[in-house]
């Protein structure tokens, strides 16, 4: 079998994008010689890895089974060229981290402008996703380091980046708008807007807690569409306190009258040492404000 690394890394790409144009555009490569890598490597196999749609490209049962595979060539490939440099002396490289919407709006923003100052030969890479994601990414290899919820999964290593807890959000001419704290039990009193991050509802977690079983006016995967809809008068909501932080919405903020603690932190496989890029950007991360 041809074991061309671009073969391998086009494979990859297209897989995560669902795009052979895409991937093309990722790779700074014509869309005609990502079609052609692709087709030469599904030669090679002797099966189709994608199913070709006007939409885009997705995985065939057997694509998917060769792309953990693909993606350890890439991942070992890489790792042994960002070696190589660090021994040379040189910083290059990729570092790619999975992160949640709140610590990639209020914390990497000036984790990644040191970084940059720090390691310009380095290219970083963000793929937002939500926690369960994030944990199969760090453990497939799609990404070095990733946003975890403490304690992190089995087999991961990690450093705390942030924190914080949980406020309620209510607009400004709410009735309690004005009062110091904001209890559990009021929220039975309005609509509800819901946040939710894919397979895990930290905020539902919150109300089961506190025996609070509510079904939602609305539920939303992201802050600030919790705030939009807040602000808009159609309910109430509990977002992370970070997420307070320059915020444009005209909205009101109250601490929940229970205790809440939400610690994240940058997580990695305990069985891998880190790349020199990696390994770079989690000492800025580290640093402190």
Request: with cysteine; aromatic share 8%; glycine share 8%.
């Amino acid at each position: 079998m041809d074991g061309g690394l671009q073969k391998y890394r086009a494979f990859v790409v297209a897989a995560d994008t669902g795009s052979i144009a895409r991937a093309a555009e990722r790779l700074d490569y014509s869309v005609s010689s990502i079609s052609r890598m692709v087709a030469d490597l599904e030669t090679a196999c002797g099966f189709p890895l994608f199913t070709r749609s006007k939409t885009g490209v997705s995985l065939t049962p057997d694509g998917l089974r060769l792309l953990v595979r693909a993606r350890a060539i890439v991942s070992e490939c890489d790792r042994f060229s960002d070696e190589a440099a660090s021994i040379a002396g040189a910083e290059v490289g990729t570092v790619r981290v999975g992160t949640i919407a709140s610590v990639a709006t209020h914390i990497l923003p000036r984790v990644l402008q040191r970084f940059r100052l720090d390691h310009p030969g380095v290219v970083c890479e963000l793929l937002m996703g939500d926690y369960a994601e994030i944990e199969a990414w760090i453990a497939e290899g799609r990404v070095e380091l990733g946003t975890v919820r403490l304690p992190a999964p089995p087999g991961f290593d990690s450093s705390l980046v942030a924190s914080d807890g949980y406020v309620a959000v209510v607009p400004k001419a709410h009735s309690r708008a004005n009062d110091g704290i904001f209890p559990m039990a009021a929220f039975a009193g309005d609509p509800f807007i819901a946040l939710e991050h894919g397979s895990v509802s930290e905020v539902a977690d919150l109300l089961a807690a506190n025996d609070m079983h509510i079904v939602p006016a609305y539920t939303v995967w992201d802050d600030y569409a919790v705030m939009a809809l807040v602000e808009a008068g159609l309910g109430l909501g509990i977002v992370p306190s970070i997420m307070t932080r320059r915020c444009a919405y005209d909205v009101a903020f109250l601490p929940l009258d229970v205790p809440t603690r939400r610690r994240i932190a940058m997580a990695w496989r305990a069985d891998r040492s880190l790349t020199p890029a990696a390994a770079s950007f989690l000492a800025t991360l580290e640093q402190p404000t």
